[in-house]
Every structure is written in C-alpha cells, then in structure tokens.
C-alpha cells in the first residue's frame, strides 16, 4: 500500500517538472515510477527477503516492518537521484540548448 502510494507521488512530481520544463510530461512520470519500482523489487527481493525471513524466525516485529519497508526508502532514493541526475537538468525551451 505504501509503496502504491509512494509511486504515485513520484509519478505525479515527474510529471510537474516535465511539464514545468516543457518536456514530455507523461513518459518522465513512466520513466519515474521505473526508476522506482525497479531498485525497489531488485532491493527487495535480494536484501530484505532474505533478512525478513530471519526476522520472522526469532520473532522481531518492530525490525521486520522496518526492514519490510526499506525498499520503499530504496526506490524514493534511486527515483530522487534519477530527478536530480536528469529531469532537473533539462532545459527549458527559452534556455536553448
């Protein structure tokens, strides 16, 4: 549910900046929830999976959820860089080239 969420708001600030920036809008929301969604399943699949399945063994709720919920962390992070690495660089008409 979380991560849903957090796709969408990433979407949704993708989708502002391209088109603040004349660029186009809707293939930089995709290009953001990409960037999300796939450090995210890479981080949770290799990473957490393996260290909830320890977690779960000796019975340590609080730090489950919290490594459950990493890889949310994880694809904002990657997302962010991806913004400040090249949707933020990209100049406005007016700018040229």
């Known amino acids: ?3 849903g969420v957090v796709a969408v ?3 949704f600030w993708f989708y502002r900046t391209a088109d ?3 660029a186009p809008a809707m293939q930089w929301a995709v290009a953001g929830v990409i960037s999300y969604y796939v450090p995210n ?3 949770s699949l290799t990473v957490a999976k393996p260290i909830l399945q ?3 063994a000796q019975s340590a709720p609080i ?3 919290l490594i459950g919920h990493s890889s949310v962390i994880i694809g904002a992070l990657c997302a962010g860089l991806v913004w400040y690495g090249f949707l933020r660089k990209l100049k406005t ?3 040229g080239n």
Request: positive net charge; charged residues 20%; without cysteine.
């Open 54 to 56: 320890t977690l779960h």
């Open 41 to 43: 399943i890479i981080w």
């Open 63 to 65: 730090k489950a959820g």
């Open 1 to 3: 549910m979380l991560g």
């Open 9 to 11: 708001l990433i979407a």
């Open 20 to 22: 603040s920036k004349r």
């Open 93 to 95: 008409p007016e700018q």
